[in-house]
Nanobody, 124 residues
Framework: QVQLVESGGGLVQAGGSLRLSCAAS????????MGWSRQAPGKEREFVAA????????YYIDSVKGRFTISRDNAKNTVYLSMNNLKPEDTAVYYC?????????????????WGQGTQVTVSS
């Protein structure tokens, strides 16, 4: 079992920045692909970013490219999502996920563990 706990969400003005953290426990996640998804009110969950176990490969959806950066510290069993130049459309609950099944960095369905989420609200 993998437990994931997100933190770092909050209220920020458009153009501002936030850094989300995801602390893993129960099992080391250093060998797993890790990712972030988000869900806005009334919308489907959207897979936002992912990172390989080594950090050498990353994936981003087009709408966050150049603004969001995913990173990881395997020694701390933690994954981060740095978000810059935030926009009101980034408002959502952000979830951290772990892919223990292997393959498919950007395949949402392979991520089998998810945290409870952290709220990000961007005001205009």
């Amino acid at each position: 079992q993998v437990q994931l706990v997100e933190s770092g969400g909050g209220l920020v003005q458009a153009g501002g920045s936030l850094r989300l953290s995801c602390a893993a426990s129960g099992r080391t996640v250093s060998n797993y692909r890790m990712g972030w998804s988000r869900q806005a009110p009334g919308k489907e969950r959207e897979f936002v970013a992912a990172i390989s176990w080594s950090g050498d490969s990353t994936y981003y959806i087009d709408s966050v490219k150049g603004r969001f950066t995913i990173s990881r510290d395997n020694a701390k069993n933690t994954v981060y999502l740095s978000m810059n130049n935030l926009k009101p459309e980034d408002t959502a609950v952000y979830y951290c996920g772990a892919n223990t099944r292997g393959r498919g960095l950007s395949t949402y369905g392979l991520y089998d563990y998810w945290g409870q989420g952290t709220q990000v609200t961007v005001s205009s």
